[in-house]
């Protein structure tokens, strides 16, 4: 299963939008850390509509806690910044990877670019913008990710159907 997991996130609305996109794939959500809203909020479930109750998540306080709760492989984390080097197209994902993301206004935590510099990844952007939204990020590597494990929504989808 793959796993998407926001490290501190502020903004209820993403972290609602990408709840419904993990409901739509199957992968289940990791909230890390310090949130900048209340999962009982009404925001975060207008932009996760009817779905919340469907989601597949997971609270952990800190990133130790999740560490020790998941014990990922090193080879199983990708963590995705403006600071990567590599694009995540690059990146060969198991079907057990956690994508990692960061705050919306700070990202990853400082610590993390060197602990993990070799597990960086980036979106690629020619324009003038300084990042994406995070429910955009997260839904652009999510797929990718599900392309590469041939987890395609569209195989499950006709799964489900049967």
Not at 46 to 57: A, I, K, M, T, V
């Amino acid at each position: 299963m793959l796993n998407i997991v926001l490290v501190n996130p502020e903004i209820p609305f993403n972290t609602g939008n990408i709840g419904r996109s993990c409901v739509a794939t199957g992968t289940r959500l990791h909230l890390v850390g310090k949130l900048g809203f209340k999962i009982a909020s009404k925001e975060i479930r207008r932009s996760g509509l009817d779905y919340w109750p469907n989601l597949d998540y997971r609270r952990h306080e800190t990133w130790d806690a999740f560490l020790q709760a998941e014990k990922p492989a090193e080879e199983q984390l990708f963590f995705l910044s403006t600071k990567g080097k590599t694009a995540y197209w690059d990146a060969a994902f198991p079907p057990d990877a956690f994508l990692v993301f960061g705050a919306e206004s700070c990202g990853l935590p400082k610590d993390f670019y060197e602990r993990y510099k070799n597990r960086l990844f980036t979106i690629p952007m020619t324009g003038p913008v300084r990042s994406l939204n995070l429910s955009a990020s997260a839904a652009i590597v999510l797929f990718e990710a599900l392309r590469q494990c041939s987890c395609t929504v569209k195989k499950q989808a006709t799964e489900n159907n049967r």
